[in-house]
């Protein structure tokens, strides 16, 4: 499974708010997250970045 | 590996432009994609959406 761990950078510092993350959908100037075990959650920004062999994904808060 | 494909939606259409794709990394209005062999492409737009567990990347462009 190529599941990934989705961060929020913020400055220096990055959160990790969800694991196991499927999908990334544009929804109301942001992105809601999905993971594997059908959690949802709403990031108010853009995607920043992506390192998919490292199973990670960056998002920025607008 | 997880590596995915990334595709530009183009309306109806998808096209796909590389795949093995490893990181996607903000530049110059767009993203520049990096895939496991060391291939560069740049798309001037933004990333659309994900579908990991697919291994797709969708990206648009502005």
């Known amino acids: 499974m190529c599941e990934a ?6 400055g220096e ?6 694991e196991a993350v499927d999908s ?3 929804e109301d100037g ?12 709403f990031v ?3 995607i920043h970045s ?3 062999v490292d199973h990670k ?3 920025k808060k607008s």
């Open 5 to 10: 761990s989705a961060y929020v950078i913020d």
């Open 13 to 18: 510092n990055q959160e990790l708010i969800m």
């Open 24 to 26: 990334v959908e544009p």
């Open 30 to 41: 942001g992105y809601k997250l999905i993971n594997i075990f059908g959690e949802q959650k």
């Open 44 to 46: 108010k920004g853009t």
């Open 50 to 52: 992506l390192s998919l």
């Open 57 to 59: 994904v960056y998002l």
